[in-house]
């Protein structure tokens, strides 16, 4: 695989939870990843705003 400048590339960072939970990723507005499924998802890094 060719990775050009650029090119977005992943990287996943896991932390442990200390302390209270705020907002929990389920009830989040604009999560993403919340439609319910048991398929695959595709990415959608498209709907990114950077």
């Known amino acids: 695989m060719r990775v050009y400048a650029g090119m977005p590339i992943g990287q996943l960072i896991y932390f442990a939870v200390e302390g209270e939970i705020e ?4 009830t989040k507005g604009n999560a993403k990843y919340n439609g319910k499924t048991i398929r695959p998802v595709e990415s959608m890094m498209w709907k ?3």
């Open 48 to 50: 990114n705003s950077f």
């Open 23 to 26: 907002t929990f990723y389920n």
